[in-house]
């Protein structure tokens, strides 16, 4: 049974670029959330995505925005990067049982470096 | 709005020694509580959670953490440390106001051996 995973792991941009991060939930699983991370912090909601439609959404700025696609994965799109975006992006998924109580199940996250 | 409070940024306990994590929330209603374990350079992996019913909740790896409703306390406590418990511990508290659970800064445990 594959976890939730994430693409890519790593990867460097630099200021004012553009950056897609990808997810796929567990199987079974069709919500997917999304949260930053980053150095020394605990995980921010960004926002979640449910029947390809966005429900929720946390602080971030119009540049954070997403997809959700018919077979429940995700993208995440960052425009006009900042320094202050360099994070560890963590994918989520929840399903049927464990959307009601907030039980969460991540992936290992794509770093994310503007220069 | 939610908010979770981890007093600690580090703790240190040697291998064999009881650990405690400490988190106290703050939510409207009735809480959901998390906790979460990460391991360097790895994503969140689920400990236990606490919905309703018995305050003493049991989780992976002989974890458990005792719900405090008058102290609004949510501590992991584990009763024999081992090295391999090291990591960054995150609790987290959610409700059904919100379902969105709010993380805390998180906990770094260091056992040693």
């Known amino acids: 049974d594959a976890g939730v995973t994430q693409s890519p792991t790593h990867l460097i941009k630099t200021r004012g670029q553009q950056v897609t991060l990808r997810c796929s939930p567990k199987s079974g699983h069709d919500t997917v959330s999304w949260y930053q991370q980053a150095l020394g912090q605990g995980p921010q909601f960004i926002f979640q995505?449910?029947?390809?439609?966005?429900?929720q959404r946390g602080n971030f700025p119009d540049r954070f925005s997403g997809h959700q696609f018919p077979n429940y994965s995700s993208e995440l799109n960052v425009n006009a990067l900042l320094l202050g975006d360099s994070a560890l992006y963590l994918c989520?998924?929840?399903?049927?049982?464990?959307?009601?109580?907030?039980?969460?199940?991540f992936g290992e996250g794509s770093r994310l470096t503007v220069l | 709005a939610q908010s979770v409070a981890q007093p600690e940024d580090q703790v240190n306990v040697a291998e064999g020694n009881p650990l405690t994590v400490k988190c106290t929330y703050s939510?409207?209603?009735?809480?959901?509580l998390f906790w979460y374990v990460q391991y360097p350079n790895r994503g969140l992996q689920f400990l236990l959670k606490y919905i309703t019913g018995d305050n003493l909740v049991k989780g992976s790896y002989g974890f458990e953490a005792e719900f405090n409703k008058s102290q609004t306390s949510f501590h992991l406590k584990k009763p024999s440390a081992l090295v391999s418990d090291s990591a960054l511990y995150f609790c987290?508290?959610?409700?059904?106001?919100?379902?969105?659970?709010?993380f805390g800064r998180g906990t770094s445990l260091i056992v040693h051996p």
């Open positions: 995505y449910y029947e390809e439609e966005e429900r």
């Open positions: 939510v409207s209603g009735n809480p959901y």
């Open positions: 989520a998924s929840s399903g049927s049982r464990s959307r009601n109580t907030g039980e969460l199940f």
């Open positions: 987290a508290v959610g409700s059904g106001g919100s379902y969105i659970p709010t």
